[in-house]
């Protein structure tokens, strides 16, 4: 395995530059805050930014967790920091692009459970990617993150890579969500997926909770994750505290944790993502608050239909301009 991560984490144990990069990040990359053309929404991301245009990606379900495709425009209304905008695009999504980096936990903690892990993930590739439109790699991670495979729309090599993952030693987790977010799927075309398998018990990362989710925010991608924690240790503080956590990566980025009874399940949960990628609004609003100084702003989609419910990610960060970063 190649461990093209590692320089990178060494270069992230020095307090400096990790203050830098963190002071970079608060500019928007170009693909999520493109200026070229400020009246034409963009289609490809979860929430792309144009200056003038916010454009959110977002799934509606109903009470029994059923998708619901079906809602006009006149159905939707959106706040941002909890003052109403208005409605200026409005599409239902059901085919986007996809860029996907699938993120395997190879600690020893899932030992047992890598042979279902495995058999789900390459099922979920033969499954969604579309040749020639869809993408993905596979980054596996214990104590070190590894790049198994780059990006590439042929699901046979990821799956012969995948079944050559082995497990490993501790949980760098956050180190590997980051590393991927900002080496990998920052400035990529498409919807930008991470989808994590893991017990989500972090216990060798360098970067924290808050840096990961900045990462992910800023790069506008979204995550979902699938807990591999046993339904055999109820009252285990180490899975209530892993599963909490990757329901708050998953929830702040309008993504979805999914918590399978078995182990054997996980491949139910590889349909649910899916589905959900195929099954998605897109609502473009000119925020009422055009400064741009770099704050987060957030977002908030209600639906009139109180049976159903909208998930998006919780908000966006605003571009700075020039004067505003120099001061």
Known sequence: ?????????????????????????????????????????????????????VNILFTVADRKGKFVTNLKKEDFKVFEDERAQTITNFSSESNLPLTIALLVDTSGSIRDKLRFEEEAAIEFFYSTLQRGKDKALVISFDSGVDLLQDFTDDAEKLADKIRRIRAGGGTSLYDAIYLAVNQKLAGQNGRRIVILITDGDDNSSRISMTETLEAAQQNVVTIYAISTNSTAFFGSKEQERGDKTLKRLSEETGGKAFFPLKVQDLASSFLDIHDELRSQYQIGYRPTNAKLDGTFRRIRVDIGDKRYKARARSGYYMPKTAATSQK
């Open 1 to 53: 395995m190649k461990r093209v991560f590692i320089g990178l984490l060494l270069v992230l144990t020095v307090s400096s530059i990790v203050t830098a990069q963190r002071q970079q990040e608060t500019v928007p990359p170009t693909p999520a805050a493109p200026a070229a053309s400020p009246a034409k929404p963009r289609d490809d991301q979860t929430i792309s930014i144009d200056v003038n245009l």
